[in-house]
């Protein structure tokens, strides 16, 4: 049995996490932290009844196989540290993080760890198709647009900013300079760019499509995520398959999906 202790558990994801934890029967759920609804039984917030675990707001206590963190960067990086520390792997789902932070993840990092700003097999594939397509069409124009719920804090997505980075270093490698552009206002013609634009309304679980336009022509890769479970999916799948590894470091969905 693998003990999973799942920080953000109050929020959109972390409740459909704690459900996913509770019908495994290869998973424990031991702790559960927020900032949110602190003192309350963590089956009970995700609606799927009383487990006896209590959401904590004190990551000091954490003790468990795996901490799956989907909450925000300052407090991930928090997380991530005190899981290195407690020599606990991560799941870590969170987006949002700057350079500064990111670099800040790479240098305390001592445990196993998948980190991935989606977990959703078909996001997986989508930047997979990117990989492929891209250096056939690196005389193109290519734009990232996503669409985002209403309630999401950071912009752009993280799985837009991966597209963006992954198609920028390809054509980097071709010689081809582009740089990220994340916002046209005023006399602001198109320059040798990879524009990201977000887009935020309603109830929106994630769309993100990468547009290449030729002369006469255009391509769009859309991937729609019509449902969390399949973000909540992988994780769990990420959390079992990080439970088997012994190796400190970052891992990605490429490693757990065998790519
Ligand atoms: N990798 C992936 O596949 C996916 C990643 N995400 C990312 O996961 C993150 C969470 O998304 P979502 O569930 O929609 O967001 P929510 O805001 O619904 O949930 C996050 C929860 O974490 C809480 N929180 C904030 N600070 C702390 C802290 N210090 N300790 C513990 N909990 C804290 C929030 O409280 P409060 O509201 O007070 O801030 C909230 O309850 C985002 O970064 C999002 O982009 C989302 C979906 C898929
Ligand atoms: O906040 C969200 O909801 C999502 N965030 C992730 C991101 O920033 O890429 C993944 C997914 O699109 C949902």
Redesign the pocket.
């Known amino acids: 049995m693998i003990s999973i202790a799942i920080?953000?558990?109050?929020?959109?994801?972390?409740k459909l996490l704690v459900a996913n934890t509770v019908s495994d029967p290869e998973l424990k759920l031991v702790q559960a932290?927020?900032?949110?609804?602190v003192g309350e039984d963590a089956g009970e917030v995700a609606g799927v009844g009383k487990t006896g675990v209590i959401i904590s707001?004190n990551?000091d206590e954490l003790n468990a196989d795996v901490l799956i963190d989907?909450?925000?960067?300052?407090?991930?990086i928090?997380?991530i540290k005190k899981a290195c520390e407690k020599g606990v792997k991560l799941v870590?789902?969170?987006?949002?993080f700057d350079e500064e932070q990111w670099h800040e993840i790479e240098s305390v990092i001592s445990v196993p760890a998948v980190i991935?700003?989606?977990?959703?097999i078909g996001?997986n594939i989508f930047w997979k198709i990117l990989e492929f397509a891209t250096p056939y069409l690196s005389s193109y124009d290519i734009e990232i647009v996503e669409i985002h719920?209403r309630?999401?804090?950071?912009s752009p997505?993280?799985?837009a900013l991966k597209a963006g980075r992954l198609i920028k270093d390809i054509l980097e490698k071709k010689g081809i300079k582009r740089e990220l552009k994340f916002e046209r206002s005023g006399l602001s013609p198109r320059g040798e760019e990879i524009g990201i634009f977000g887009i935020r309304g309603g109830d929106v679980v994630?769309e993100h499509t990468v547009f290449y336009f030729g002369n006469g022509e255009r391509i769009e890769i859309t991937h729609r995520a019509l449902s969390?479970q399949a973000?909540a999916s992988?994780?769990i799948q990420a959390a079992k398959w990080i439970s088997r590894v012994e190796k400190p470091g970052i891992y990605t969905m490429d490693d757990v999906l065998g790519f």
């Open positions: 920080a953000g558990s109050a929020g959109r994801m972390g932290f927020d900032v949110q609804r707001d990551i989907f909450t925000v960067a300052d407090s991930s928090k997380n870590v789902g969170t987006t949002g991935s700003p989606n977990f959703s996001v719920h309630f999401k804090k950071d997505s993280g799985t994630g969390r973000f992988g994780a």
